[in-house]
């Protein structure tokens, strides 16, 4: 390895983040540095932020505050480097350089330069950069599953959301670029793929000038992997050929996560959504119809500025009648830069804490009745820990997507980053309990 210093990497935020994350590690594995997790032994700390909302800046201020106070050199990557570049490097000394969102691909240039002294800012003003199947990567992930990015960037323009700022606009990989890594990582013995993006039902339309998404489903069909989940499917583009594509390839998942964000038109208006306030309920209705088995998941927006309670009821109603599978929901966090941190009337904290909790209890027993609906069904399961006190093996069923929904929890003989049938024995709000009978793909004996 020669004299070349000790890399740890601080991973934080989203997992469109923590691909940006196993790249950085791909190429400085490749340039020959080694890459420890202990912090405490690295030279360097690279510390991959997010800026997405006020909760997620204050646990990258609070690493890169506890990691100052260790005197450790820090290399600030991500969101929060894209978007507080100045302040960053006036406010810490120990900051060496800061890399923006579309420029993580010259890491191994900017620990280069740090060493000969340089205070390294390599931010590029519009992103414009997205990794392909040829860049090195080294997965963060547990062995059976991989994130895959199709796309980067943002053309749409929330009020709230400010990652078009800091990620710069749409940019898709080709059908054949997605089609080899997902190749790569099959070889690898992946047993399930998640296509991420900003919004992955525009898939396509900056490049080939309309949507693709059906196409690359189906191009993803013919590769040997068992599951392929989607993540940020906006209702406006699940298309019939989209929803045809996904009913007709066997491994693409019947998993929609729609980001609905709320239901009532005036406020979607006011988070310039206006299209979706015509369509929430037709879609949705359509979906059921055509797929009665999907899961559904949704993320949502309480305490917008001058959301009334009637606007409020809009939205309890309507979460109570479409009983969604797994539902996530989020207090509004003015983000300075968006049209929305501008916007008069705003919610005290309090009330929009009490919007959110009174969502949830609202969610949990449709969720429990969910959970209880699959008691008694034999399901494939993906094992992916082991608990070796208890002899138990915890993984997730289809209808669970990592870290955003429920887990399984299973006895009997599992293949660890196998796909093994599981009878279902119990449940509860959020995770399901069962009884391994039988494998159905490889994975690690465990």
């Known amino acids: 390895m020669g004299n070349k210093p000790t890399i ?3 991973h934080l935020g989203c997992e469109k983040n923590r691909i940006d994350t196993e790249h ?3 190429l400085l594995a490749r340039a020959g540095y080694q890459v420890d997790s202990n912090e405490e032994l690295a030279d360097y700390v690279i510390v991959n932020t997010c800026s997405f909302i006020e909760a997620a800046r204050a646990e990258s201020v609070r690493t890169l505050v506890e990691l100052a106070e260790a005197n450790k050199k820090i290399v600030v990557t991500g969101c929060m480097a894209q978007h507080f570049q100045a302040e960053l490097l006036a406010e810490l000394p120990e900051a060496v350089a800061v890399v923006g969102t579309g420029d993580y691909n010259k890491i191994v240039d900017v620990i280069q330069r740090v060493e000969t002294g340089e205070r390294v800012q390599e931010i590029s003003a519009e992103p414009t950069y ?5 860049t090195p990567r080294y997965r963060t992930t547990t062995e059976g599953v991989a994130y895959l990015r199709i796309a980067e960037g943002c053309d749409y323009r929330c ?3 400010i990652i078009p700022h800091l990620r710069g606009p749409m940019r898709s990989r080709p059908i054949e670029s997605i089609v080899a890594e997902a190749q790569q990582l099959a070889a690898e013995g ?6 991420i993006s900003q919004i992955t039902t525009a898939y396509g339309i900056d490049i080939y000038g309309e949507p693709k998404l059906a196409e690359l489903l189906r191009a993803l069909g013919k590769v040997e992997i068992p599951w392929i989940r989607m993540h940020y499917a906006y ?4 298309t019939a050929p989209v929803i045809a594509a996904i009913k007709e390839t066997a491994n693409v998942l019947p998993y929609l996560d729609l980001p609905l964000q709320h239901s009532h038109p005036e406020i979607l208006r006011a988070m310039n959504r206006p299209w979706q306030g015509r369509v929430n309920d037709e879609i949705i209705d359509k979906l059921k119809t055509a797929m009665p088995g999907a899961v559904l998941r949704t ?3 309480v305490g917008f500025p001058g959301e009334r309670s009637s606007h409020f009821a809009h ?11 797994h539902v996530g929901v989020f207090t509004f966090s003015p983000e300075e830069g968006t049209p929305a941190y501008n916007l008069p009337d705003r919610l005290p904290e309090a009330v929009k804490e009490e919007r959110r909790e009174l969502l949830m209890a609202l969610q949990q027993p449709i969720s429990l009745k969910k959970n209880q609906g699959e008691v008694g069904k034999v399901v494939d399961v993906l094992v992916e820990q082991e608990n070796p006190a208890t002899g138990e093996y915890i993984g997730r069923s289809a209808r669970f997507s990592p870290e955003v929904d429920g887990l399984v929890y299973v006895r009997g003989q599992a293949r660890l980053s196998g796909i093994c049938s599981v009878k279902i024995t119990a449940a509860d709000v959020y995770d399901l309990y069962g009884q391994i009978v039988g494998h159905s793909s490889a994975g690690q004996d465990g």
């Open 299 to 301: 993320t949502l927006i």
């Open 24 to 26: 950085m590690l791909g």
């Open 190 to 195: 992946v047993q399930e793929i998640i296509l």
């Open 235 to 238: 209702p406006t583009g699940l």
């Open 159 to 161: 009020a709230f959301c």
């Open 130 to 134: 997205i990794a392909d199947e040829t």
């Open 315 to 325: 939205l309890y109603e309507f979460v109570q009648r479409h009983e969604f599978d």
């Open 8 to 10: 740890a990497l601080s």
